[in-house]
C-alpha cells in the first residue's frame, strides 16, 4: 500500500509540471495540445478499449472518463485565431489552461497508476506461482511409486484380461495427507488406448502402501501377433492431495507371447482356443452336416449322431494325430509353456498333436450347438460331449455305464482324438477306458468349454481368404456305417 500512495504522488508532481512550461514566460499548452491528443490515444482509449473487451468495464470506464476529459479539457481552453496567413493557429483561452492541465493529469496519473499496479501485482503473482509449484512438486513426490511390474502377456487371451490382472502396482503415501481418487491407466500404443482406469483407488491413508492390481480392456489387434514381442507401454497415475489434481508417468516394458503360445498353470485358459464361431471351422461342420439331411432330424440321438458324423468327417477329410515331438502333452505340467495351433490351423494342415485334435472336435461341435468339455489328465487330453440325455434315462445311450461320463446331471461321452481315422466307437471305448483310469487316482479335471469360456473367452481371429473343402461323402459314409449301427442298436 506504501507503494502505491508514494507512486500516486510521484505521478501528481510529475503530471503537473508537464502544465507549465519553467524555461519560458508563454504557457506551454498550445504547443502540448497535438501531442495531447496522441497521448489521450494511446494512454486513454487504447488500453481503455482492452479493458472492455477483457470484460473489467470499471477499469475500462476510468480510462474512457479520463481520455473524454482530455479532449474536452483541450476544446474548452483553446480557440481558433489568424495565425498572420491563410492557416487558423489554436491558442489558449485565459483562465481555462488549467482544465486542460487538469485532464492531462488525470489520464497520465490513471494511465501510470494502472501499469505500476500491473506491475506489482504480476511480481507478487509470480513469487505465488513459485511457490505453489514448489508446493505442488513437494505434495507429488508424497505418492512413491515403489514397484511396477507388468507381467508376460499372451495374445490368446487378451479378452481376459479385463477380468484377470496382467501386472501390478505398489504405491506408498509418504505424506501427512489422505491421498483420493487415484485413477491407474496403462497406456499400450495401438493395442490399448485411455479410455477406461486399469484400476482405481478411492484413498490411500497417510503412510500407507498398497499393493494395487492392474487389468486393461486389448483390443482385437492382439489377436494378429504371431511372434512374441517385446513391448513399451505407459502407465499414468492421476491422484488428489487435498484437493489439487496431480499426475505422475511411468514408463514400463514387458512382453507379449504370440497368439500361439500357451501356458498351463490354469488349465481353463485352453478354451480360448474353441474358436467356434471362426468361419472355416462353421463352414466344415455345416457343409458336412449339409450332406446327411435325411438322417440327421430323425435320429433319437441328435448329438451323439453329429459327433459321429463330424469325427468320421474329420478322418475322411485326411486329418492325421501326430504326437508333439518339442513338449509330449504327458510334459506340460513340467514345462508349463506350450504352442497350440487354432482349429482352422489343425483343420488346414489336416494334423495335430492330442491337444489340438481336440480343441478341434471341440470348436466343430459347439458350432453345432452341442456342449463340449475338455477332460485333462497326466498323460493327455480327450474331448468330451454333452448328449443331452439326463443321468436316470442313460441306458438311451449305452447299456454299459462305464463308457459314459455323467457330469453336471446328464451323460457325456468322451472322445479320444488319437484315433481320429479309426472308427468313432473306438475313439469311444478308448477314452471311456481312460478316464476310469484317471477317476480311480483322481487324476482328471473336467473344463467346460462354456463355463470356462466366461473366464477366458475364444480369441477373434479375424477374417481369412481360406476356406476348407469338403470331406469326400463315400470315405464319410465308410467310416460312418460301422458307428451308425451302434445308433439303430
Known sequence: MRKKIIL????????????????????????????????????GFVPGLAQFLNGEYLEGAVYAAAFAGSIVGMAVSSEAVPSGSDSVSLVP??????????????????????????????????????????????LQGNLVVKELVIDPLYAAHYRSYIDHPIGRITLSNSSAETI???????????????????????????????????????????????ESTPMVGEITVYYSISGTEFTQKKP????????NAFNWDDVRKIVSFVTSDD????????????????????????????AMLIFDALGAYGCNYFPDP?????EFSKTAEDAIFYPRETLRYKSGDVDELSILYAALLESLDIPTALILGPEGILSAFDTGVREDAYRQVAEDK??????????????????????????????SQIVREWDSTGAGTIVSTRDSWQEYPPVLLGETTWVPGIPDKQEIDRLFSADSKFLAK
Open 402 to 431: 462305464n463308457l459314459l461320463v455323467i457330469y453336471e446331471g446328464t451323460v457325456w461321452l468322451p472322445v479320444d482324438l488319437t484315433e481320429v481315422g479309426n472308427s468313432f466307437l473306438t475313439a469311444w471305448e478308448k477314452a
Open 180 to 226: 483420493r481418487n487415484i485413477r491407474i491407466v496403462f497406456e499400450v500404443k495401438d493395442y490399448l488406448s485411455r479410455d477406461e482406469d486399469s484400476a482405481h483407488v478411492a484413498s490411500l491413508p497417510k503412510n500407507e502402501t498398497r499393493e494395487i492390481e492392474l487389468f486393461a480392456r486389448f483390443g482385437d489387434g492382439f489377436a494378429a501377433i504371431t
Open 252 to 259: 514400463v516394458t514387458f512382453r507379449i507371447q504370440h497368439r
Open 8 to 43: 500516486f504522488f510521484l505521478i501528481v508532481v510529475f503530471s503537473t509540471s508537464c502544465v507549465t512550461n519553467p524555461i519560458t514566460e508563454t504557457n506551454f499548452s498550445v504547443r502540448k495540445m497535438p501531442p495531447n491528443i496522441g497521448i489521450g490515444l494511446l494512454a
Open 279 to 306: 468361419y472355416p471351422i462353421v463352414s466344415f461342420s455345416r457343409d458336412t452336416t449339409a450332406m446327411f439331411p435325411e438322417q440327421s432330424p430323425d435320429s433319437d440321438q441328435p448329438h451323439l449322431f453329429a
Open 93 to 138: 483561452k485565459p483562465g481555462y489552461e488549467v482544465i486542460s492541465g487538469l485532464s492531462i493529469v488525470a489520464l497520465v496519473s490513471t494511465f501510470i497508476s494502472s501499469m505500476g499496479d500491473a506491475l506489482i501485482t504480476t511480481w507478487v503473482r509470480t513469487n505465488q506461482y513459485d511457490d505453489l509449484l514448489e508446493n505442488a512438486d513437494r
Open 326 to 330: 518339442v513338449t509330449p502333452f504327458s
